[in-house]
């Protein structure tokens, strides 16, 4: 078996000084960490990333961040200078916008490319530097798709693989990045490139057969083939899951089962509603919220019957948008509460900090309803874990949006809905709190089925299947190379 190395941009904590000097480490949120840390507890490895302080890294604390961690670690570090033009800026004003249709939240700044590509070459220099024949490398992630042609100039010829966990757009608007053609041609360095779904692979081919005239994309029916610059690189959909058993059992979990008990009698007489995100603007929160202030409005029978528990996760808040998306959230909790609360009954439940796992957990389990209406997502693992997690009788109904990558895979059991379209998610909300137990359960049986099978560890297996062949075959061109050169 081959060693894993896991390249993604941040680390699965964070560093962070405090005011008294102090190091703190936190465990990184966010659906990147939650599916590859399991893996690498399972299978060991390496894993090489940016543990989320810019400049120097402090030796002691991130030896405690990494100790008994099951793997190794390798940081990379950033400057301040790096880490807004790199992160916040072509990553995160660029590239994640554009590739959830929201264009007009680009900024289009110059200098952020060539500090990507810096930054790139620097994760390319650390994968050089640890990387061994034979091992498997498996970068993640829009912040890094130019690595392997860093790569390919530091003359590493290993079989390079990489996943997506964005979604990837349709021509029209990826046409609208200023380096369209460099990132395809770097894309296209990678051996093997994964996807969550058929639309974003569809997309891609359609984008490489538009921008690249030559690039050649093969008929196939399974795995798909380009031919470029006298390479074969194949490309995939390969849908993250989630650890399930883990969830589940942790759902059935004394401590868990407790404060579910403590949330639900919290609210007696209610529906309880759940919506768990990072503050993103790609996650719906607004639209959301105006949603379930339309379905109070308009159907008066879910008032003091239908709470909605809203959790946000800190992210990201050095960048303004993120600053004035938070405040828009705010005022609306704050309209709909002072307009429709009585003595006994608040609609919205709000907090913005990060739930420990219990209770995360008790929150899926105690919500008979989840509200996941992301208005773009490569997939969205709060709605698969939501499945796992909803224990008592299958009584969870899921509203998902449809445009969420996880509605491929669930849309046999879930609502689907047009996040946009505030009008039918309200009425939604009303379908679904009248919805009969019998058919509740139906649909939550028929997701678990798919969340249970097609886990974390399945996708890795599906995605390492797919990519060994390569490894192995790079790895006997490199000795028979050495070899030579020896002789
Ligand atoms: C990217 C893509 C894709 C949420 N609230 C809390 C908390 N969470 C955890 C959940 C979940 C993760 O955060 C969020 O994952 P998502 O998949 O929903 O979203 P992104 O972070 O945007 O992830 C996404 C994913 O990568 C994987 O490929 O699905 O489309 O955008 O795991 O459990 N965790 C804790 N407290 C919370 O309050 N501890």
Not at 285 to 311: S, Y
Not at 363 to 387: F, Q, S
């Amino acid at each position: 078996m081959s060693r894993l190395i896991v390249v993604s941009n941040r680390l699965p904590f964070a560093l962070d000084l405090t005011s008294e000097d102090l190091w703190t480490v936190t465990p990184a949120a966010g659906g990147l960490v939650s599916a590859i840390e399991p893996v690498l507890r399972e299978r060991g490895g390496t894993w090489i990333g940016w543990p989320g302080v810019a400049g120097e890294i402090p030796r002691t604390p991130l030896e405690k961040a990494t100790r008994g961690a099951g793997y190794a670690v390798v940081p990379v570090s950033l400057s301040k200078a790096e880490r807004d033009e790199f992160y916040y800026g072509y990553s995160n004003e660029v590239i994640w916008p554009l590739f959830h249709d929201l264009q007009n939240f680009c900024h289009f700044e110059p200098a952020f490319w060539e500090t990507y590509k810096t930054v790139n070459e620097r994760y390319a220099d650390a994968i050089a530097r640890h990387c061994q024949l034979g091992d498997f490398i498996w970068v993640h992630d829009y912040h890094l798709m130019y690595v392997a042609q860093a790569l390919r100039a530091r003359r590493v010829h290993a079989a390079l693989t990489f996943f997506l966990h964005i979604p990837f757009p349709p021509f029209d608007i990826f046409a609208k990045l200023p380096q369209q053609q460099r990132l395809l041609r770097a894309l296209l360095e990678f051996d093997l490139l994964g996807f969550q779904t058929r639309r974003d692979l569809r997309n891609f081919l359609q984008c490489v057969r538009r921008v690249l005239s030559d690039a050649e994309v093969l008929p196939s029916a399974g795995i798909q083939r380009i031919h470029y610059g006298g390479r074969e690189i194949r490309a995939s959909r390969f849908p993250i899951g989630i650890d399930f058993e883990s969830f589940e059992k942790g759902a059935v979990s004394e401590e868990v089962a407790q404060r579910t008990r403590k949330l639900r009698a919290a609210f007696p007489g209610c529906q309880l509603m759940l919506g768990a995100d990072r503050l993103d603007y790609s996650k719906g929160i607004p639209e959301r919220l105006r949603a379930f202030r339309d379905a109070l409005e308009r159907h008066r029978e879910l008032r003091g019957r239908v709470v909605l528990i809203q959790n946000v996760v800190p992210s990201r808040v050095e960048i303004p948008r993120y600053h004035e998306f938070k405040d828009r959230i705010d005022r609306l909790v704050g309209d709909i509460n002072g307009r429709f609360s009585t003595d006994t009954w608040l609609p919205v439940h709000y907090r913005f900090r990060s739930l420990n796992r219990d209770d995360l957990l008790a929150h899926y389990r105690a919500c008979e309803i989840a509200l996941v209406t992301p208005l773009k997502d490569g997939m969205n693992l709060v709605a698969k874990e939501y499945c796992a997690c909803s224990v008592d009788k299958n009584d969870g109904v899921l509203i998902l949006s449809q445009f969420a990558g996880a509605a491929e895979q669930l849309k046999p059991g879930a609502v689907l809905v047009n996040p946009y379209d505030v009008e039918q998610v309200a009425d939604t909300i009303l379908k679904v709190f009248r919805m009969s137990a019998a058919e509740r359960s139906a649909r939550m049986k028929r997701m678990r089925r798919v969340v249970r099978d097609e886990n974390v560890f399945w996708w890795v297996d599906s995605f390492l299947k797919a990519g060994s062949q390569l490894t192995i075959r790079s790895a006997r061109i490199a000795s028979r190379r050495q070899a030579k050169i020896t002789r």
